[in-house]
């Protein structure tokens, strides 16, 4: 099937959902109107809506058919023990917490275990991620290693942990990081994969120092396949295998559901110590819901334990890498500078090198007015990966290796002004 150049979509499209084209005019006015801040627009007037593939697409036939086994209990669901299976299927840990998004997971976590006076190292730190650790008052500190900071730099597992900074870190900081995340991929940091072999190492250190080991799994389905496609040793093992292995490297993890859960909503929290669970779920109860159904329908609970069956689909997921990198090479053709190697949910712009005549804004940059009409002449939205969009202000606390405590340079999105392209494959 590899011999092929042509990119086969394993699927048929049942329906279709009209788009309402527009002119130039149009979208002049429009971006006018929304002060050319991307977000302000109605997404009626973006004929291509490239701001993010989390949540926005089309669920299969199976996860429409699942919908209408959605019960609606408020404890006990079936639709409950559905997800709970599912979820376990892949991530066995022994408590399965569900929200309503992943950064409601963050909330409750970060509302438990941070704090003034606590570090919380990643890989990088996703927006959410970094604006809940901050929000606590704990620290948010990125350990991704020097190639993840580089946007052309070539390396098959980009967005491994800096493994001698992180047990440095660790060795200098004791008592004060609650947890080590390890984000999969490593979202802001180009959708770049890690390897089962630094997993394995950043669990040892853990172990070592006596510190749990988390991930943000958002993009595990991905990760595994990149591991299944460059690891060695990996290229006989089923994704699923490859997944069940990542999770046992862990205590636990944040998931938000609209990425590789295919579901427009949801996410969970999970951990293997009984403990904290009780302390999670409390929380839960007074935020989300009842513990059973965590601020989710019964449909969204069904969808979601569907969309976990389909994503390690290895057919789904040749299809879905394959058609993110066709964008990269075609981009890549044209000299549009960019995070190299491509990820597998999006493709990174590098804008600092795209957009040299426009200076970085250390609080979020942005396109001048004055130059908006000539960089969105067509029906596109963007979004930007840069400055912390969920970040706390400036003056708040350190958020990336440049930080004493951490030492290193900053990461990528601290140094690159990034946007995103992105295609979602379903």
């Known amino acids: 099937m590899d011999r092929w150049k042509t990119i086969v979509e394993p699927f048929r499209i049942h329906s ?56 609606e209990s408020y404890a006990g669901s079936p639709s409950w023990f559905a997800f709970l299976a599912s979820v376990q299927a892949l991530f066995p840990f022994r408590h399965v917490i569900p929200t309503h998004q992943g950064r409601a997971a963050e909330k409750i976590l970060f509302s438990v275990i941070g704090g003034p006076g606590k570090l919380i190292p990643n890989n990088t730190h996703f927006d959410t991620t970094r604006a809940n650790v901050e929000a606590s008052g704990a620290e948010a500190v990125d350990l991704v290693i020097p190639e993840g900071r580089d946007p052309a730099a070539i390396h098959p597992f980009k967005g491994n942990m800096d493994v001698v900074a992180l047990d440095d870190f660790l060795t200098t900081h004791p008592g004060a990081v609650p947890v080590v995340f390890v984000t999969i991929t490593n979202n802001s940091g180009g959708g770049q994969p890690v390897s089962l072999e630094n997993l394995r190492t950043v669990r040892a250190i853990c172990d070592r120092h006596g510190v749990p080991l988390f991930l943000d799994g958002c993009r595990f389905a991905e ?51 009984d403990r904290l669970a009780e302390q999670c779920r409390n929380l839960l109860i007074l935020t989300e819901g009842f513990v059973t159904y965590g601020g989710l329908a019964g449909r969204d609970l069904e969808a979601i334990a569907q969309g976990l069956r389909e994503v390690v689909d290895e057919d789904y997921l040749r299809y879905r890498i394959r058609s993110t990198a066709y964008l990269g090479d075609a981009l890549d ?59 706390l202000a400036r003056g708040g606390p350190a958020r990336d290796a440049d930080h004493p405590r951490a030492g290193g340079a900053a990461p990528l999105h601290g140094k690159v002004r990034t946007a995103r392209l992105t295609r979602r494959g379903r």
């Open 333 to 391: 053709a044209s000299g549009v500078p960019m995070v190299k190697p491509f990820g597998g949910h999006a493709i990174y712009l590098d804008a600092r090198a795209l957009l040299p005549h426009v200076p970085p804004r250390p609080d979020g940059p942005r396109a001048p007015r004055d130059s908006a009409p000539d960089l969105h002449p067509e029906p596109h939205r963007l979004r930007h990966r840069g400055g912390p969009p969920c970040g």
């Open 16 to 71: 279709v959902e009209p788009v309402r084209m527009t002119s130039v005019g149009e979208r002049q006015r429009a971006l006018e109107l929304a002060g050319y801040n991307l977000f302000n627009l109605h997404a009626d007037d973006v004929l291509i809506d490239l701001l993010t593939d989390s949540g926005t697409g089309a669920m299969s036939r199976d996860q429409w058919a699942a919908i209408q086994h959605g019960d």
């Open 223 to 273: 990760n595994a396949w990149f591991i299944k496609l460059r690891e060695p040793g990996q290229a006989g093992r089923s994704i699923p295998d490859i997944v069940r292995e990542i999770a046992s490297l862990a205590d636990g993890m944040t998931m938000s559901a609209t990425k590789d859960g295919l579901a427009n909503i949801g996410g969970w929290l999970a951990m293997n110590d």
